[in-house]
């Protein structure tokens, strides 16, 4: 545990129980205590959340991959159109003729 022997941790207990006193040792123990543990949870759950991130990060790109591929997929047939273009005829002629008059207004052109 941070490295340390059971030497090191014998040593730290009885340190502790000479500066503290067997009245308060108990109560700074379960302090520390709850600390540890409060401390391991918050980073047990920032560990989760990032995973939990980093996994729907991956899904969204592996998404995308498919979604070019298949795109890719679609656009490679460049063969020529089987059917014959159709032609459409016009409904209305254009007549482009400077010297005849349009009605105006709903009125006949005056004879020139």
């Known amino acids: 545990m941070f490295g ?3 030497t090191e941790i014998l040593v ?3 340190l502790g129980l000479v500066l503290l006193g067997p009245d308060q ?3 700074v123990a379960r302090t520390l205590g709850r600390f540890f543990s409060d401390l391991k949870k918050s ?3 920032l560990t989760d959340e990032f ?4 996994f729907d990060s991956q899904n969204m790109i592996e998404d995308i991959r498919k979604d070019f591929n298949t795109a890719g997929e679609i656009k490679t047939d460049h063969s020529p159109p089987t059917e014959e273009p159709v032609q459409l005829e016009m409904d209305t002629e ?3 003729s400077p010297h005849l008059e349009k009605e105006k207004n709903g ?3 005056e004879s020139e």
């Open 94 to 96: 254009y007549d482009n």
């Open 43 to 45: 980073t047990d759950e």
């Open 51 to 54: 995973k939990k991130n980093s």
């Open 4 to 6: 340390l022997g059971f």
């Open 107 to 109: 009125k006949k052109p």
């Open 25 to 27: 040792l108990p109560e």
């Open 12 to 14: 730290l207990a009885v």
